[in-house]
């Protein structure tokens, strides 16, 4: 095999503080309306935790739905969202938290409890505000580029990317694409871009339809054209339908494939392949699947001291190439 030709992902698990969103986009299968579901409870999520102890999981991704900045519960959503990271942690597993816009001060608050942070741009078009996005507040595209700049500012490793076939251009994909970069090469704290096609769902009420494939290949050359090197692109491979397309993306430039959980909670309708039919299928084609942390190596020495003690008994785990499948047992806590 040819060790060059390789693809990574973190073996993720999800935890969902609450589904309620005061946005409404078009495209979404995730929300439901607030005052309409309980938060999850600390209990609750240390069950789940639990469940991912036999599991080769790594990654605890705390993926909310948006509390109103306005509301009377931010500050109690806020801190939610920390103590739900801290259990992560003193549970052995590292927090990545997607909760869409924050403040500069929450993003410092959540920084002591995340090795990495994460928010899609989406897209920066204003155009989309008058269609999928005209109920959605916090699509502002100048809302989400502040918290890329602000999460460089607070030196916190973080994803972000793009949302495909929402009815945008390709050039608005090239201006999308030129924002980023030019944030990263102010803070160089972009770790990974992610290019997601839109994917119809159940829930969704805008009628658009699925982004072709080619679209998706065109959109991964194009990112490798524009963004520095030093960030990884990424495909989500339940939202490819074909093996061939997954190949075309990697030959492409693509070299991640994400948080791969039990469950997709954004695209409930397409399930995540399991990861020894991923491995076989690329195997099958000369690829190498090797697990990641949430963090990249070179972020390590940005994090708190305590975050880089529990980074480092991970990476202690996945330094012998060629990593395993088979559960990783999990370092004991050194947060609390």
Same mark, same amino acid.
């Given at each position: 095999?040819?060790?060059?030709?390789?693809?990574?992902?973190?073996?993720?698990?999800?935890?969902?503080?609450?589904?309620?969103?005061?946005?409404?986009?078009?495209?979404?299968?995730?929300?439901?309306?607030?005052?309409?579901?309980?938060?999850?409870?600390?209990?609750?999520?240390?069950?789940?935790?639990?469940?991912?102890?036999?599991?080769?999981?790594?990654?605890?991704?705390?993926?909310?739905?948006?509390?109103?900045?306005?509301?009377?519960?931010?500050?109690?959503?806020?801190?939610?969202?920390?103590?739900?990271?801290?259990?992560?942690?003193?549970?052995?597993?590292?927090?990545?938290?997607?909760?869409?816009?924050?403040?500069?001060?929450?993003?410092?608050?959540?920084?002591?409890?995340?090795?990495?942070?994460?928010?899609?741009?989406?897209?920066?078009?204003?155009?989309?505000?008058?269609?999928?996005?005209?109920?959605?507040?916090?699509?502002?595209?100048?809302?989400?580029?502040?918290?890329?700049?602000?999460?460089?500012?607070?030196?916190?490793?973080?994803?972000?990317?793009?949302?495909?076939?929402?009815?945008?251009?390709?050039?608005?994909?090239?201006?999308?694409?030129?924002?980023?970069?030019?944030?990263?090469?102010?803070?160089?704290?972009?770790?990974?871009?992610?290019?997601?096609?839109?994917?119809?769902?159940?829930?969704?009420?805008?009628?658009?339809?699925?982004?072709?494939?080619?679209?998706?290949?065109?959109?991964?050359?194009?990112?490798?054209?524009?963004?520095?090197?030093?960030?990884?692109?990424?495909?989500?491979?339940?939202?490819?339908?074909?093996?061939?397309?997954?190949?075309?993306?990697?030959?492409?430039?693509?070299? +991640?494939?994400?948080?791969?959980?039990?469950?997709?909670?954004?695209?409930?309708?397409?399930?995540?392949?399991?990861?020894?039919?991923?491995?076989?299928?690329?195997?099958?084609?000369?690829?190498?699947?090797?697990?990641?942390?949430?963090?990249?190596?070179?972020? +390590?020495?940005?994090?708190?001291?305590?975050?880089?003690?529990?980074?480092?008994?991970?990476?202690?785990?996945?330094?012998?190439?060629?990593?395993?499948?088979?559960?990783?047992?999990?370092?004991?806590?050194?947060?609390?």
């Amino acid at each position: 095999m040819n060790t060059e030709k390789w693809v990574s992902f973190s073996p993720a698990g999800t935890l969902v503080p609450t589904y309620e969103c005061f946005n409404r986009c078009g495209y979404c299968n995730f929300r439901v309306d607030p005052g309409q579901d309980s938060w999850l409870s600390l209990s609750a999520a240390e069950q789940q935790l639990r469940t991912w102890r036999d599991r080769a999981i790594i990654e605890a991704l705390i993926l909310s739905g948006e509390v109103h900045p306005q509301s009377p519960r931010r500050a109690a959503w806020v801190q939610h969202l920390i103590d739900l990271c801290q259990l992560a942690l003193d549970m052995g597993l590292l927090p990545h938290t997607n909760a869409g816009p924050l403040s500069y001060e929450e993003m410092a608050q959540l920084r002591p409890v995340n090795v990495s942070m994460g928010l899609m741009v989406e897209q920066v078009t204003p155009t989309l505000r008058q269609t999928v996005h005209r109920h959605a507040p916090s699509k502002d595209p100048t809302l989400r580029l502040q918290q890329l700049a602000w999460a460089g500012e607070l030196r916190i490793p973080f994803t972000t990317g793009l949302l495909l076939g929402i009815g945008e251009t390709r050039e608005d994909w090239v201006e999308t694409l030129e924002a980023i970069a030019q944030i990263h090469e102010t803070w160089g704290h972009i770790q990974e871009v992610i290019l997601q096609p839109h994917s119809p769902g159940q829930g969704q009420t805008w009628t658009g339809a699925s982004l072709p494939a080619t679209a998706l290949i065109d959109s991964v050359s194009l990112a490798r054209q524009i963004l520095p090197a030093d960030i990884a692109l990424q495909i989500p491979p339940n939202l490819i339908a074909q093996p061939d397309m997954l190949f075309a993306c990697l030959e492409a430039g693509a070299r +991640d494939l994400g948080g791969i959980s039990p469950k997709d909670e954004v695209n409930p309708d397409y399930p995540h392949p399991q990861h020894d039919q991923l491995q076989h299928c690329l195997a099958a084609e000369g690829w190498q699947l090797r697990q990641r942390l949430p963090v990249y190596p070179q972020y +390590d020495a940005w994090l708190p001291q305590p975050l880089q003690v529990a980074v480092g008994n991970w990476r202690s785990r996945l330094q012998a190439p060629p990593p395993s499948l088979d559960p990783l047992p999990l370092p004991t806590s050194q947060m609390r």
